[in-house]
């Protein structure tokens, strides 16, 4: 008998929702969210003419905005606008456009998952919770996708991971209580948690590919912010560390999950961007011809996810 509020096993995430926005005045938009209560809106425009005291001879310069649904940005938003820009400046080919600008702006779409106590995880959970951040990464990486323009080093995916007060019935022969992707019911009762993002890119060694992942490409951790009220009684080898790795291996699963949605997602992207296409190129009665432009089109945004 599950045991988790929404009837999920341990290691289920949410539904996943992906939504192409089509945002005018950008290069690409995505949504994405894990269930209903942590929607994020991110678009990207670049390469861009940056402002001269942004310009920088060698690299592109990269700019990420966090705005939650209400009020200006908080200290904790700036903070997480900061983690994105270490993720994504791993994952974006930087020095390929020198003296350009990419410009990112991530927006919170609900408050359901905002966490307003102090407490494990506070540092960047303060104001967003962990499903929400980890929402944060996969929307700009789709973001990035659906823009194209911006040379990528292969795709981002997170997700969160939880460890609960007590082990529940769904989890009880597991040596610790761990649970992925937390519910907004779920994190006020957690004593460790944590965002983990993985990139994933053909680039990286075979060895690195997870056993059960299949297709998907090799990937690797990139960042994970797993915070413990227990850590700082953490030595080498104890439970602590050991619980650390099942977190890990928890969340590249879901990672792997995250992915395949992502990949599924890529046809409805190039479907609306040829109608799109077509709606603003040919007269009203001529819709011929695009048949084979179309399938070469979503091959190439299939290569995207093969990156």
């Known amino acids: 008998m599950a045991a988790r509020p929404d009837g999920r096993k341990a290691e289920d ?6 939504v192409y926005e089509g945002l005018d005045r950008s290069d690409g938009s995505a949504q994405f969210s ?14 861009i003419e940056p402002r001269p005291q942004s310009e920088h001879p060698s690299y592109t310069s990269l700019e990420i905005y966090v705005r939650p649904l209400h009020s200006l940005p ?4 700036r903070h997480v606008a900061s983690v994105l820009k270490t993720i994504f400046s791993q994952t974006i080919l930087l020095n390929q456009h020198p003296r350009t600008l990419v410009q990112m702006v991530v927006q919170a779409l609900s408050v359901s998952e905002v966490v307003g106590k102090s407490g494990v995880g506070a540092g960047t959970a303060g104001v967003f919770g962990p499903g929400t951040i980890a929402s944060m990464v996969n929307s700009a990486s789709l973001a990035l996708i659906n823009a194209g323009s911006i040379p990528l080093r292969g795709v981002v995916c997170a997700v969160s991971v939880g460890r609960l007060t007590r082990p529940s019935p769904s989890n009880a022969a597991s040596t610790s209580p761990l649970i992925l992707d937390p519910s907004p019911e779920e994190i006020p009762h957690l004593t460790a948690q944590g965002v983990f993002a993985f990139l994933f890119s053909s680039a990286l060694p075979a060895s690195s590919r997870a056993p059960s992942s299949g297709s998907p490409p090799p990937s690797e951790l ?6 413990s009220t227990n850590l700082g009684m953490t030595k080498v080898g104890d439970g602590e560390l050991q619980e650390l790795g ?7 699963e879901g990672a792997i999950r995250v992915w395949w949605e992502m990949r599924r997602s890529v046809p409805e992207m190039e479907a609306g961007a040829a109608r799109s296409k077509r709606a603003a190129a040919e007269p009203a009665g001529q819709a011929g011809g695009a048949g084979s432009g179309e399938e070469s089109d979503s091959d190439d945004d299939e290569e995207r996810m093969e990156i």
């Open 34 to 47: 894990f269930g209903k209560s942590t929607p994020t809106l991110t678009s990207v425009s670049g390469p």
């Open 13 to 18: 995430l949410r539904p996943v929702h992906v």
């Open 74 to 77: 908080s200290t904790q938003a």
């Open 222 to 227: 990139i960042w994970s912010n797993w915070s």
């Open 246 to 252: 099942r977190a890990h291996e928890m969340a590249r």
